[in-house]
């Protein structure tokens, strides 16, 4: 069973960066895509950004392309752990919501996160508590 667990939200200036970090475990090896979502305020849940846990990028949202950059510490990741990362800046009050990492048994011949960034998260079976980012002067 996979856990995450989502951290370094907070409160920030537009204009400013915060790096979100999500740790996760229990994978059983690297047939995985993980993502970040977020959601929000009166609005549905999108997706962000994927990658392969092998650390290869899968897509961005239009609306961050360019501004955020979702990383994997290869360094520390093994087959059971993986740490992931998404770098935000030149935030906009538009970015906050609240933020979750989810991650799921890649399926051969699918494509993960492509297409509406609101139906990313339909196949994704595990999910973090989420961490809320607050862009606001």
């Known amino acids: 069973q996979l856990q995450l667990e989502e951290s370094g939200g907070g409160l920030v200036q537009p204009g400013g960066s915060l790096r979100l970090s999500c740790a996760a475990s229990?994978?059983?090896?690297?047939?995985?895509?993980i993502g970040w979502f977020r959601q929000a305020p009166g609005k549905e849940r999108e997706g962000v950004s994927c990658?392969?846990?092998?650390?290869?990028?899968?897509?961005?949202?239009?609306?961050v392309k360019g501004r955020f950059t979702m990383s994997s510490d290869n360094a520390k990741n093994t087959v059971y752990l993986q740490t992931v990362y998404l770098q935000m800046n030149s935030l906009k009050s538009e970015d906050t919501a609240v933020y979750y990492c989810?991650?799921?048994?890649?399926?051969?011949?699918?494509?993960?996160?492509?297409?509406?960034?609101?139906?990313?998260?339909?196949?994704?079976?595990?999910w973090g508590q989420g961490t809320q980012v607050t862009v606001s002067s």
């Open positions: 989810a991650a799921t048994l890649r399926r051969l011949g699918y494509f993960y996160c492509s297409g509406s960034p609101g139906t990313w998260g339909m196949v994704f079976r595990s």
């Open positions: 229990g994978f059983t090896s690297d047939r995985y895509v």
């Open positions: 990658i392969s846990k092998s650390g290869d990028i899968i897509n961005y949202a239009d609306d």
